[in-house]
Nanobody
């Protein structure tokens, strides 16, 4: 059974940092790309970042580029999202998702429909 679990959220002040983790199990990690999405109250789910360790590709949305860094540790089948210089507009529930044989295609990676499996979210709140 494919499982993903996001963790590491919390309350942080503007300019602070958090590291989210997406722990996965039940599938061959190298065969999947992992995306991070977020959803704020009243807003649509937004693609934040994507990593394909097999392709050596990482993508970021314009809103987080230069502040967030995605990485993966294949040995423990975990993807991380290091979030620095956090802003109030980063406040949202963050989700990780897996796409089988995904490659973080530049055009499609932000489309939540292409991801086969989702974990539960973790709340990130940035206070001003």
């Amino acid at each position: 059974e494919v499982q993903l679990q996001a963790s590491g959220g919390g309350l942080v002040q503007v300019g602070g940092s958090l590291r989210l983790s997406c722990t996965t199990s039940g599938f061959r990690f190298d065969d999947y790309s992992i995306g991070w999405f977020r959803q704020a109250p009243g807003k649509m789910r937004e693609g934040v970042s994507c990593i394909s360790s097999s392709e050596g590709i990482a993508e970021y949305s314009d809103s987080v580029k230069g502040r967030f860094t995605i990485s993966s540790d294949n040995a423990v089948s975990t993807v991380y999202l290091q979030m620095n210089s956090l802003k109030p507009e980063d406040t949202a529930v963050y989700f990780c998702a897996a796409e089988e044989y995904g490659s973080c295609d530049t055009v499609h990676w932000t489309n939540s429909r292409i991801y086969d499996n989702w974990g539960q979210g973790t709340q990130v709140t940035v206070s001003s």
